[in-house]
């Protein structure tokens, strides 16, 4: 057997272990799905459009970023957020994962298997927060903002 099919066969072998686990990957991303579907409805260019078309979106998107061309129904905050719901549900697919690289700066949840539940994955949230963040959803904002860090305060 060549080096590349045994690879391809090692991959089946882990996608068909790992089935049940894509599954708890698909329940966390429902609340970003319902999310994702609240900010589209708000757009009249939008709302016609949905996950199967990503590139469609995008470049509207892109649009409304441009200077002077955010519409009436969106705010600043809400577009971002709408990018970014984008980019989480276009990065997961029906069989797995369709990322290949990690940007650090799009604070993309990252399925990670952790020692507790070693068979299922959990989506996580990198980011820090500083100590002197005392509100929680402040924080949370903030963590979305903040990837580096020196080491001789962390």
């Known amino acids: 057997m060549c080096f590349h099919k045994s690879l391809a066969q090692k991959e089946s072998e882990l996608l068909a272990h ?6 708890s990957i698909t ?7 319902e999310r994702f579907s609240v900010l589209m409805s708000k757009g009249e260019k939008l ?18 970023s441009q200077k002077d061309a955010l519409p009436a129904s969106l705010t600043k905050p809400e577009l971002s ?25 799009d604070y993309l949840p990252t399925p990670i298997l952790t020692a507790g539940d070693p068979q299922n994955f959990k989506l996580f949230r990198w980011g820090l927060i500083p100590f002197y963040m005392t509100d929680k959803e402040k924080a949370m904002m903030f963590r979305t903002q903040t990837l580096n860090c020196i080491s001789e305060e962390m």
């Open 81 to 105: 957020e709408l990018k970014w719901c984008l980019k989480t549900l276009s990065s997961f697919r029906d069989n797995g994962i369709s990322r290949y690289h990690e940007n650090g700066f």
């Open 47 to 64: 709302s016609p459009l949905t996950l199967s078309t990503p590139n469609e979106i995008h470049q509207l998107l892109t649009l409304y």
């Open 27 to 33: 329940d966390e991303l429902e609340p970003i799905k």
């Open 18 to 23: 790992y089935a049940a686990s894509f599954q």
